[in-house]
């Protein structure tokens, strides 16, 4: 056809494009197309590779209104408003203990509840 041909290096099937190689190689679990220009790591998506690209440049996007917090992910946003609003939706099933984020929980069972029925199906279940 007189265009390049771009070949997946997992099935050899050929692109026009690159962007239809690169959204056909998503489908291979093991396919990390977005590679950091600064370093050596490489991600299955585009959205990943921006998040970690801002850990080069300091550019947190995510600020809090309430103080001086700010973050490259929304996630981390949302469970550092829970130190403002005192929102703790994460409870210990055996006592009255509540956290705002589940690894709290976890770090509670764990130290608290060792010995408690079935801690490790909760852990598992967080």
Known sequence: TGLDQLECSYCSKSFNSLWSLVDHKRKYPTSKPFKCNVCDRSFNQRIHLKKHESKHTGIKPYKCDKCDYATVERSHLRVHMRT??????????????????NSTLKIHLRRHHRDANAVDEVLDGL
């Open 84 to 101: 403002h609003t005192g929102e703790k939706p994460y409870k210990c099933e055996y006592c009255d203990y509540a956290t705002a984020q």
